[in-house]
């Protein structure tokens, strides 16, 4: 079969390299009742695989060429096709307990890994190769360059860890960046914080539209609340941990319901 054209609209990169599939399948792990769902399986150099160690794979893949191509490839019986786009795809119906891994496009991992965090409490992990320096800021700590929105809003609802880099090298056709694999575990639902998450999404997103601003220009409370949360003003954004975030959200949200309330 001839090799696919890769389509810049879907920021298609191949993986080809064997040592590198191997790597990302031994650390996902996969056995053979999971419920393992592939993001963007493209030519099906990570699916082979996954399906010599699993009874039954779920694929989500927007290009239809490629879709077409994986029916061909394997029995229906056991690779279950989704022609879709995974931005828009309902993971809600699906059974708890998901898997998910994928080689993302770089052009949608961030409104896509947005997207999956709203159903965390359907996943068992997700293991993803993302360009660098988006796992850099998924992993980042307070007080680093690299910490902002993404890495609030992820590491609230998960345990992550940077896996390995991989060289662009390994894909047809190289991008101009190095990639890194990273793993999402949701933390136990008692360590997941009680929060409205979108009302978390804006603030963090407020706070992080000016990075320099100091947080009583970048946060909607008064000097005594600064105070009563224990928080000094005159930090910047990037000096507060996930959990002063999410502590700020309770409060305003507690605010905001006195001065609703009759």
Same mark, same amino acid.
């Given at each position: 079969m001839n090799p696919h054209r890769p389509r810049k609209r879907f920021g298609q990169h191949f993986l080809h390299d064997a040592a !590198? !599939? $191997?790597r990302l399948v031994a650390a996902?792990? &996969?056995a053979p009742g999971d419920r393992l769902i592939e993001i963007g399986p493209g030519e099906g150099a990570l699916t082979a695989p996954l399906l010599e160690c699993v009874d039954r794979l779920e694929v989500i893949e927007i290009d239809r060429d490629l879709a077409a191509r994986l029916r061909s490839a394997f029995p229906a019986a056991r690779l279950v096709v989704h022609e879709a786009d995974a931005l828009a795809f309902d993971f809600g119906r699906l059974p708890p307990g998901l898997r998910i891994v994928g080689n993302l496009p770089y052009n949608v991992s961030t409104p896509l890994l947005f997207h999956l965090a709203a159903f965390v409490d359907r996943l068992r992990d997700l293991h993803f190769m993302l360009q660098r320096e988006v796992v850099e800021r998924m992993v980042a700590q307070p007080s680093t360059s690299a910490y902002g929105r993404l890495s609030v809003m992820l590491q609230t609802r998960f345990r992550l860890e940077k896996l390995f880099r991989v060289s662009a090298g390994a894909f047809r056709p190289p991008p101009k960046v190095e990639s890194a694999v990273v793993r999402l575990v949701p933390l136990e639902p008692a360590a997941r914080a009680? !929060?409205?998450f979108g009302l978390l999404s804006k603030l963090v997103a407020g706070a992080f539209s000016a990075r320099r601003k100091k /947080?009583?220009?970048? /946060? &909607?409370l008064a000097a005594a609340e600064f105070a009563a949360l224990a928080l000094d003003p005159d930090q910047r954004p990037e000096n507060l941990a996930p959990g002063d975030y999410v502590r700020v $959200?309770?409060?305003v949200a507690r605010r905001g319901n006195r001065s609703e309330a009759p």
């Open positions: !590198v !599939v $191997a996902i792990g &996969p009680t !929060v409205d /947080l009583k220009n970048a /946060l &909607p $959200a309770q409060f």
